[in-house]
């Protein structure tokens, strides 16, 4: 381009100069000129155009684009750090390239700058491209950068779930032990209400039932070594009563296990013949007191080593009126050939002593327990003939069919009571009945 515009001014400043020398030529007369001579021209000025030297770059706009490529490979280092975990071939080798193809563009920016290589082009709108490729870039960046994000913070909600129920059951051990603490510090007289509840008393009730049964069970098979009739013992204890099954009459015998044991059960010092202690002289806050520390103390003793080391006290007492109202004395001779007929109370040699002891520690605690209520907790049995009440009583066989309780002319009625029922406070301990003919 540059040597077409050197030519045309040259054919330009030739003409401009021959307007001098018009007069010289002949127009119509001139002969011919000889090719040789019209490839020398002479009396012509000669002008020599050089170019114009190239232009500097702009130190502005080459920080400007050199601060873009920057930022874009910051971008692409970021992708390619992103392509790696997890790792993802084809990303990587993509932000690889872009990468690269930054790096270089930055070592040919300094180049220029230094005015060791080319000159890049840098007008306004390749440098409006740069800024935009950065934001691009940028957007890119930003993306990756918030799926790590998101990856991560789905990564962390199955922990974030684990912490708050261990969280949830660590406050909970603090409200118990918050609670527990509370009543720790509680006066005397709030700490004993604290601890008698229903449910402290219904626990020990059980406690006492399941050694009773046992003491029965053992009681009972004893009796059949000697060749003693069962059925007629049942019969005489609960007489004339329908069993449902031929094997139901051993709930005679508990019943009347249970009963003779909880006799007296309504009196301060367990007493049948109602000649202790009268309740009237007693302060409520002394008798409940007095009734909660013999209950613990009794808890923490074994009776068997009680009897033996206080054969005189109250506890020792209790056992021997029970056991001679409750052992025939033909059972007793029985079973224990080394006693005499005149020496029949309790004795460690006969083989129904320890469980026998450790039944009467159990009621014997029951009924301490029972006198720390205020009010005194109240027992009640059930007569014979009562029709069945499901919120007082309750089967000991098993359920009540409710379709023989709807009609008025069917109701079951009680044959006999096996555990008599409690009252504590406004609750109702239902009474273990068996039902005639059930």
Known sequence: ?????????????????????????????????????????????????????????????????????????????????????????DDLRSADRTAVSHLRRLSELKRTYLGLGSTPSLSLSSHLETQVQENQDLLRSFEALVNRLQSDIDGKDPEAAALEKTLADLNADCARLAHRLERACMPAEDKVEA???????????????????????????????????????????????????????????????????????????????????????IDVTIRRNDSLQQFIDHSALDPMETMRDFPSCDFANFCQKKYTKLIHPGAESSLSRNLTTEDLALRQSSPLYEPFVTMASSMWTLHKLAWAYDPVVEIFQVARGTEFSMVFMKNIVGKVDMTCIDHQSAKPKVGFTVVPGFRVGNTVIQSRVYLDGS
């Open 195 to 281: 601890l008698l509840t229903v449910g402290v008393f219904d626990s020990v009730l059980r406690d006492t039932c399941r050694v009773t049964h046992r003491f029965a069970r053992i009681w009972v098979d004893s009796m059949k070594i000697p060749g003693w009739d069962l059925r007629a013992a049942a019969n005489c204890i609960c007489p004339d009563v329908n069993y449902a099954k031929p094997r139901h009459f051993r709930y005679a015998l508990l019943s009347y296990v249970c009963l003779g044991m909880f006799e007296g059960f309504d009196s301060y010092d367990f007493c049948e013949d109602r000649t202790g202690v009268e309740l009237n002289n």
């Open 1 to 89: 381009m540059l040597q077409k515009f050197a030519l045309a001014f040259k054919t330009k400043t030739i003409e401009f100069f021959a307007e001098d020398e018009e007069a010289e030529e002949d127009d119509d007369t001139a002969a011919p000129a000889d090719p040789k001579s019209e490839e020398i021209i002479t009396g012509q000025r000669v002008v020599v155009l050089k170019p114009d030297p190239a232009p500097r770059p702009d130190p502005q706009a080459l920080a400007a684009a050199a601060l873009a490529t920057f930022s874009s490979f910051q971008a692409a280092y970021l992708l390619l750090q992103t392509a790696q975990s997890p790792f993802v071939h």
